[in-house]
């Protein structure tokens, strides 16, 4: 997979959502003529995205997995970011695996999934729930979640390894394909004063990257009229204008976006925070009527962004 096939089928998935009216491109439907394009030059290699082994994979999931893809798009996420069987994938703050159990049986036999946790020194930050116990067990997160990731393998035998951010295992510096990191900016954004951890997360990221490296985003994305001191992270939302600017500056270029993941519906006022939204409903526990608004919002308007490393 080259990052000229990448920049390509990001803009074709685009073009197609836009013709359509629809929000979400289908697999698939990319009009793309691999030969005529070969013979331009404008591609190295035909495509490797298999949706039949993506969809085999999605299909294979639980019930309660499957009830949050109207809201997540994983299918049409996945092949708007061109990852294919066979990659090197980092996904930062796996947490329970949602996206891993996808990710694992998809990369295949050839593939290679590594976990990346929020670094050790940023979650005391959290307080509250970061409790001593808590911190002490994160030390042997990595340890930790490759021996859960092992439970999602689904018959696949591809390499699973994990560390956190700020103590990347240097080895596979330059070796990585793709970089995910799907609702994982807010919190390392919201902390950036106290420790950098934004500006070190996406060091990490430049360097494990291979040159021309893709990286995905899909983030709570606050409306840009709201203050940049509402949108600094603390309320889950970034202002997609800031995040832009944030990867420049890391050694980022965007290459594409698309509304795949896009709820127009959720509009926060400077009030509002996103776990007032589904899944969560923080907000409206204790209120019928109020939890019946937010449901009736949906899960939180986000940002699906493609970079590449410079």
């Not at 639980?62 to 798009?73: E, I, L, P």
């Not at 996206?99 to 998809?106: D, E, H, T, V």
Request: contains cysteine.
């Amino acid at each position: 997979m080259t990052i000229k096939y990448l920049l390509l089928a990001a803009t074709a998935a685009i073009t197609i959502a836009a013709c359509s009216g629809e929000k979400e491109a289908k697999i698939g439907e990319a009009p793309t003529d691999f030969e005529q394009m070969e013979a331009a030059g404008t591609l190295s290699a035909p495509a490797s995205f298999d949706g039949a082994q993506l969809g085999a994979v999605l299909d294979a999931q639980s019930d309660k997995h499957k009830a949050r893809y109207k809201y997540r798009n994983p299918a049409q996420t996945l092949e708007f970011f061109g990852i294919t069987p066979g990659m090197t994938v980092v996904e930062a703050l796996p947490g329970g695996g949602w996206y891993s159990k996808i990710l694992i049986p998809y990369l295949g036999d050839d593939g290679h999934l590594i976990g990346v946790d929020y670094a050790l020194a940023m979650w005391p930050e959290f307080g509250g729930f970061a409790t001593p116990e808590f911190i002490e067990k994160k030390k042997t997160w990595p340890a930790d979640w490759v021996k859960d990731a092992a439970e999602w393998r689904a018959g696949s035998t591809g390499e699973i390894s994990a560390f956190a951010f700020e103590d990347r295992d240097t080895s596979l510096d330059g070796t990585v394909d793709a970089v995910l990191f799907v609702r994982a900016l807010h919190n390392l954004n919201r902390f950036e004063d106290e420790g950098g951890y934004l500006t070190k997360a996406l060091a990490d990221t430049h360097a494990l990257l291979k040159p021309g490296g893709i990286v995905g985003v899909v983030q709570h994305q606050g409306p840009e009229g709201n203050s940049d001191e509402w949108a600094d992270g603390n309320q889950g939302y970034l202002k997609k204008s800031n995040l832009v600017k944030t990867m420049a500056a890391a050694g980022f270029e965007l290459v594409a976006e698309s509304d795949i993941n896009a709820n127009p519906k959720d509009v926060p006022s400077e009030d509002d925070i996103v776990w007032r939204l589904p899944p969560s409903l923080g907000t409206s526990r204790d209120n019928p009527e109020l939890r019946e608004q937010m449901q009736a919002i949906g899960e939180s308007n986000r940002m699906t962004l493609l970079f590449r490393k410079k």
